[in-house]
């Protein structure tokens, strides 16, 4: 008979994302073990094309845990951003209205890369590759994930005191609390993001949020020689419709305005559509499962905060499993979804403003249309709106 190679650690953690390399990070600093289960290649996770905007206390973040250099080197640090419709353009000077926060435009990919090289230097495990990964006895003290290294490698089992389930959310983690022990909320657009990248210079100083009849655009960046651009598209479209001179001439249509700005044009090497929607799962917790960034929650890029929030709910884990271990209080734990999820509610508000206000709805009612041209037209006039939209963005404080 064949036995089932058992390993131990405190901490399981299913996912190398943001989240589950976060908080890897965060249990280190305090001293905690952990092993992350990651069933991508390290290839694959440094090579996915993400997101690109880091609020400013996970900049601070990253610089107080020592994972700052590279990215203080190379990412971009942006004041301000610029809304256009009506062929105009809005500047929303987001330092002077927080009292001098900024947003870092920094890849997601690069994060990823930092994260997994400063983890695996100081000796950390992250085995990738890893399959069928299982969760058993939740409910008790000691539960205990399940996985095989490979398709066809034997089952192994790592023991731990938590899990931490950071698998995004297609991952598996989600559906190991009980249907009836969760409710899910959520809504699908009926529109998507075409994302490109192109080896152009940059054409404007900072990110452009575009309102046009034509259906959104945005513009930003990653490097002098490489910008990341967005399209709404239908999410349903194929990729093979999307030849480089319809996506340029779309995006010129889109981004222009009255005051003669213009869009330089690169080689596109990069693109793809995504989907959007919004989602929250409540609870994020079962017995010794914690639920962390998308597994339990999505939100729709346009306002830039699904990393951030990932990070978010990784610092409070982190925080409440270090406090159990110091004194076995357990208050932190139990709280730890309800404390979450009060910062996830806003954001999930704020990227479902930014993207009703900011996209063309083909459901949405001529009177529906009109008010979101109405939001936009007020929100530049009103710095009390700026102000608003402004903190939302660079990030609310972390309670
Ligand atoms: P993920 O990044 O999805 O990581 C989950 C990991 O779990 C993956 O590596 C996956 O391979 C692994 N996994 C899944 N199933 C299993 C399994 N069964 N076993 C083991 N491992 C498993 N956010 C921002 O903050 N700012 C932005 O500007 C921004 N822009 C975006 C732009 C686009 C085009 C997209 C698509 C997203 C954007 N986001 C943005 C969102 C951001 O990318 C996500 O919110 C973030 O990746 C969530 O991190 P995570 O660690 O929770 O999940
Ligand atoms: C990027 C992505 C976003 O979702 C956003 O709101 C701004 C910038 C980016 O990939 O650069």
Redesign the pocket.
């Known amino acids: 008979m064949q036995t089932t190679k058992a390993t131990r650690t405190q901490v399981a953690i ?8 976060f908080l890897s990070h965060l249990l280190h600093r305090q001293g905690i073990e952990s092993v992350i ?4 290649t390290r290839e ?2 440094e090579g996915t ?6 609020e400013q206390w996970v900049v601070d973040l990253m610089n107080g845990m020592g994972l700052g250099g590279r990215m203080m080197r190379e990412g971009h640090f942006h004041s301000g951003i610029t809304l256009r419709f009506d062929r105009r353009s809005h500047h929303i000077d987001m330092a002077e209205l927080t009292g001098g926060k900024r947003v870092t435009v920094y890849a ?1 990919h690069e994060v990823i890369r930092d994260l997994v090289s400063a983890r695996l230097e100081d000796g950390g495990s992250i085995l990738f590759g ?2 069928d ?1 299982q969760f058993h006895d939740l409910d008790g003290k000691a539960p205990r994930v399940s ?1 095989r290294r490979g398709p066809d490698a034997p089952p192994e089992e790592l023991r731990c005191d938590f899990v931490a389930g ?7 983690a989600r559906q190991a609390i009980p249907a009836a022990a969760r409710a899910e909320y959520q809504i699908v657009y009926p529109f998507g ?1 075409l ?1 490109i990248l192109t080896a152009a210079p940059p054409s404007h100083p900072e990110l452009i949020y575009a309102n046009h009849e034509r259906g959104f655009a945005l513009l930003s960046t990653r490097s002098p020689e490489v910008q990341r651009l ?1 399209l709404q598209v239908d999410p349903r479209d194929d990729i093979a419709n999307w030849p480089d001179d319809r996506i340029w001439s779309e995006l010129h249509r889109r981004l222009e305005e009255d005051a003669g700005w213009s869009l330089t044009e690169g080689a596109i090497f990069q693109k793809g559509i ?1 989907a959007m929607r919004s989602f929250v799962c409540e609870t994020m917790q079962h017995g010794r499962l914690f639920l ?4 339990a929650h ?2 729709p ?1 346009t306002g ?7 990070v978010a709910d990784v610092l409070v884990l982190s925080r409440a499993i270090d406090a159990y271990y110091k004194s076995g209080g357990m208050e932190g734990l139990e709280g730890y979804s309800a404390t979450c999820l009060r910062r996830i509610w806003k954001a999930e508000r704020f990227s479902w403003y930014m993207t009703t206000m900011l996209h063309r709805n083909e459901q949405d009612s001529p009177f529906e249309q009109r008010v979101h041209l109405a939001e936009l037209d007020y929100l530049v006039h009103s710095r009390a709106a700026m102000t608003a939209l402004a903190e939302n963005y660079v990030g609310l404080p972390m309670e």
């Open positions: 299913v996912g190398a994302g943001p989240a589950g390399l289960l990651e069933h991508r694959e996770i094309i993400r997101a690109g905007v880091l997601q890893v399959s990964v996985f950071c698998d995004g959310f297609h991952g598996p993001w994302g967005y995504i962390a960034g998308d597994a999505i939100v890029p830039a905060k699904g990393l951030n929030l990932a």
